[in-house]
């Protein structure tokens, strides 16, 4: 059996579940579709029409990272969540949180207006503020085991790092403890590796070619 992840380049939550294949040394290929140009074959697969889709086989198709990477962990050792039912089910509140800050930053990176870039921008510093506080005191965000949670959040992490190069974040600055967690996941071979080379250009590309307020006022 060899898995496929259908997959869009810059996608955050298709690179959750690629640097969960990667940590898992499974092998696995990526397809890349246009999602402004849907091919029929995929909207066919995908209920939601959205990226990531994991083809286990020819019928059996997985959507939304966060259940991909439930099927990976139970099925695939080493295990990235806890054993303890209680402990699980934090990991994954903080996996969902996680997901809502994805949504300020994109919110962020492509307002065109003052009023929405400035909306968005404080709820997401807001979140990523209580993250900072809520990072143990392990190497990784729950201790000191990288888990799914760190590979839920990595995506968003390396893009704040990008975007911090584009334009200085003076909050994103002071977080200190999740800038620490974000030069050691950056580290990792799963997770450098879970992009492409050019990933940077692509992402300053993609936000100009939406006219955004974060480039022009940068």
Known sequence: MRLELISFPLCPYVQRSVITL???????????????????????????????????DEHTVLFDSQVINEYLDETIAPALHPADPLERAQHRAWIAFGSEILGDQMQMMVAQG??????????L?????????????????????????????????????????????????????????????????????????????????YISERGSLFLRTA
Not at 133 to 142: L, T
Request: a neutral charge.
């Open 22 to 56: 990667l940590h898992k040394q499974v092998g696995f290929t990526l397809t890349h579709i246009d999602l402004a140009h849907k091919p029929e074959w995929f909207l066919a697969l995908s209920p939601l029409g959205k990226v990531p889709c994991l083809k286990i």
């Open 114 to 123: 003052e009023e929405r870039f400035t909306a968005a921008s404080r709820q």
């Open 125 to 205: 510093f807001d979140k990523l503020e209580r993250l900072d506080k809520a990072i143990g005191n392990g190497a990784f965000f729950a201790g000191d085991d990288f888990s799914l949670i760190d590979a839920a959040l990595a995506p968003l992490f390396m893009r704040m790092e990008i975007l911090h190069t584009l334009r200085p974040l003076p909050r994103w600055e002071s977080l200190g403890k999740l800038r620490r967690l974000t030069a050691l996941l950056m580290e990792l071979p799963e997770v450098a590796g879970s992009v492409t080379a050019d990933f940077p250009d692509r992402l300053r590309n």
